[in-house]
């Protein structure tokens, strides 16, 4: 696990933990060891400290943040590279997260290759730096950039790091030899520890802190980690230090805490296929069939992922404005400085466009993204099934519709999956890979590589109306309508989810979606709907008065003003809903909009784990969080309900039951969360 060898006068400790070199207690148990020896080395001028592989230190290995801590704990690591007479070196190669860049701040000097990313990212796991990053950080940056990198938890990559101060140096060659260079050059102890801070205002100091808490919503972490930075300003060192640990140790057994790791483990469990040992094809030309927005932003991501694409509409007058809509995204990745011009001219060159459908021949992926109305993709993939490759993955983009009907159309099923991307398709991280009753496991397998590869959190569904993450919140959407009818305000609601966590009101993303989407919908179901079940008409009334959200300047709100603003016009409409549905307004609370709205949630995602629609409850909890901005600080609705109380659970969940009345289906909401608590 710790290999250590010689190059001349300077020892080259190696940490060997595969995959990720994660900072494990053996690890750390090696390390010791290893510079206990060098301690006692006369001969040596100095350290170099690398990880084998890929990687330097991923992060400190997660699994032990809930347990006792075993000794050595890490900074008796930094302390140990700290006392050595001669100096030490951290060839970052990779990653050096978390814990990692915490052991690279406890050495003489920073040296990372080209590719390098460095950064604390323990704010986003509900934690605070505990191994001095918090204190050793701002001696090389100064207080205002820690503050951002420090509660932000964003990773930087490593040109920016250096100019930040962040790392010394950028390998131009051989890492490891490039270190031993640099400590050549150094000539002795360099402690981060001992450098001075540099000058701060401190006024500013505060205004920075009060922007970045807000941007992560005031979340205790965030929190400590600010208040941590500023300490550096305000105590000795080693007190600081160790009130930063006393922090950290009381902060990583919160419920909190516990909740950001379990969506930490659950993402990963999403993203495993069910057959491990199935091997994804090799895609390297993927089509795209519709240059609309979606179709537009679905191509933009694969262009930013290095994939060569070829864009099909229908017309050649369609395919200049998909290519435009293209444009215009690389142009805005250029202007927030996510790609430079030769990044602009790399993507440029590796799009190709067509008006003919045969120019998908060559594509080993090929994502259909047309109209959202299945007889027009039923057409479109029987035209596909006469032109692609025999070996061509072949997906539909939809967000509700039968993958298993569309299969029928498609020569050799098996390589026919859904990849449901969610708009902004190119910003948005969620995707949900949607396997119908043909689909092959090569065909998974290809759409889990390709979701990595994207930087997409890949979640697995079976075929389902909606499949998880739609069907989940249309349940979420029906009783946040319920509580308007009965006596809520549509802001009423929005504020209450808002203040719970989620990034957006249902009805402030309603007006964003545009209301005549979910019109269109229901006027398609209507004929089919049970008229002995609950409907709420306020949308529809607000449709037919012309009121189609934002792009109209109305809907839920009114957007007169540039901005959604409450508009005492809609109330007409809510009061006429109750009047034809015979209800009375009551005062509703803030406690009942989220616990109606919430366990609405959490009842429909018990039936979809009971459908196998769901693969696993924790599966739920991603889709919510990185499709729906449902808050990782709760670990997402299944962990927030396993961890009520079950009589309070069953009184919130009776409370939804009654509200649905006629056609409610309760689901086993117990099983849904045995597991997770």
């Known amino acids: 696990m710790i290999d250590r060898r010689k190059i001349g006068t300077f020892a080259v400790v190696t940490i060997d933990n595969p995959p990720v070199n994660a900072g494990s207690h053996a690890v750390r148990q090696g390390l010791i060891a290893a510079f206990a020896e060098i301690a006692a080395d006369a001969s040596l001028a100095g350290v170099v400290l690398v990880g084998a592989g890929k990687t330097f230190i991923s992060g400190s290995d997660i699994r032990e943040f809930g347990k006792p801590l075993s000794d050595p704990q890490l900074p008796a690591v ?109 000539g002795g102890k360099r402690r981060v520890a001992d450098m001075p801070l540099p000058p701060c205002d401190g006024e500013e100091a505060l205004r920075i802190r009060a922007e970045v808490v807000a941007r992560a919503k005031g979340r205790p972490a965030a929190v400590k980690a600010a208040d941590l930075v500023l300490m550096s300003a305000d105590k000795p060192f080693r007190q600081a230090l160790a009130e930063e640990r006393a922090v950290f140790q009381e902060i990583r057994v919160s419920p909190e805490a516990f909740a950001y790791r379990h969506a930490f483990f659950a993402e990963r469990d999403a993203a495993r296929p069910d057959n491990a040992d199935a091997a994804a094809a090799d895609v390297r030309v993927v089509a795209v069939i519709g240059g609309g927005t979606m179709g537009a932003g679905i191509a933009h991501s694969f262009l930013s992922a290095g994939y060569r694409v070829v864009l099909v509409e ?33 993507q440029a060159a590796a799009l190709t466009g067509s008006a003919d459908l045969a120019d998908v021949v060559a594509a080993d992926l090929i994502i259909e993204a047309v109209f959202e109305d299945i007889t027009v ?13 025999a070996d061509a993955v072949i997906a ?95 802001q009423a609601v929005d504020r209450a989810m808002r203040n719970f966590g989620m990034a957006m009101g249902p009805f402030a993303v309603a007006d964003l979606s545009g209301l005549d989407i979910a019109w269109r919908m229901r006027k398609a179901q209507a004929a089919t709907r049970d008229p002995a079940m609950r409907y709420v008409d306020i949308l529809d009334r607000l449709c037919e008065a012309g009121r189609l959200g934002r792009k109209a ?42 616990a109606r709205c919430l366990c609405a949630m959490v009842n429909e995602g018990a039936l979809l784990l009971a459908e196998g629609v769901a693969r696993q409850a924790s599966d739920i909890d991603v889709a919510l969080i990185h499709g729906y901005g449902f808050p990782r600080w709760t670990g997402g609705p299944v962990w927030w309900a396993a961890h009520l109380n079950a009589a309070e659970r069953k009184a919130m969940l009776q409370r939804v039951a009654e509200a649905e009345g006629t056609g409610f289906k309760p689901g086993d909401v117990d099983s849904l969360v045995a597991g997770l608590t």
Do not use: W
Request: charged fraction near 25%; charge should be neutral; glycine fraction near 10%.
């Open 78 to 186: 930094i302390e140990a590279i700290e006392n050595l007479a001669i100096p030490v070196a951290a060839a970052i190669r990779g990653a050096a997260l978390g814990g990692g860049y915490e052991l690279s701040l406890g050495c003489d000097l920073r040296i990372a290759d080209s590719n390098a990313v460095v950064g604390l990212p323990e704010v986003g796991l509900g934690l605070v730096p505990g191994a001095g990053g918090t204190q050793r950080l701002p001696r090389l940056t100064g207080v205002p950039v820690a503050l951002e990198l420090a509660v932000s938890a964003r990773r930087v990559k490593a040109p920016e790091a250096l100019s930040l101060g962040m790392i010394d140096a950028i390998s131009s060659g051989d890492l490891v030899e490039d270190a031993i260079a640099a400590l050549r050059a150094l």
């Open 314 to 346: 229908r017309d050649d007058e369609a395919l200049a404005a998909g290519a435009a809509r293209i444009a215009g995204l690389r142009t805005e990745d250029l202007a927030r400085g996510r790609l430079d011009e030769a990044g602009v001219a790399r």
């Open 377 to 389: 993709k039923r057409e479109l993939l029987r035209r596909l099934g006469t032109v692609a490759s």
């Open 396 to 490: 539909t983009n939809t967000s509700y519709l039968d993958i298993d009907a569309m299969a029928e159309d498609v020569p050799h099923p098996k390589r026919f999956l859904g990849l449901h991307f969610f708009a902004p398709a190119h910003v948005m991280k969620l995707l949900e890979i949607v396997k119908g009753a043909s689909t092959g496991d090569k065909a998974v397998a290809t759409a889990l590589a390709v979701a990595k590869r994207l930087g997409k959190q890949a979640v697995i569904a079976r075929n389902a109306y909606g499949f998880i993450g739609n069907r989940i919140y249309n349940a979420y959407r029906r009783h946040a309508e319920f509580l308007v009818q009965d006596g809520a305000t549509p």
């Open 553 to 594: 300047g109305a809907g839920y709100y009114t957007y007169a003003s540039g901005k959604a603003e409450p508009d005492p016009a809609i109330e007409f409409h809510i009061e006429a809903s109750r009047t034809a549905a015979g209800i009375v307004a009551r005062p509703i609370g803030d406690d009942e909009i989220r």
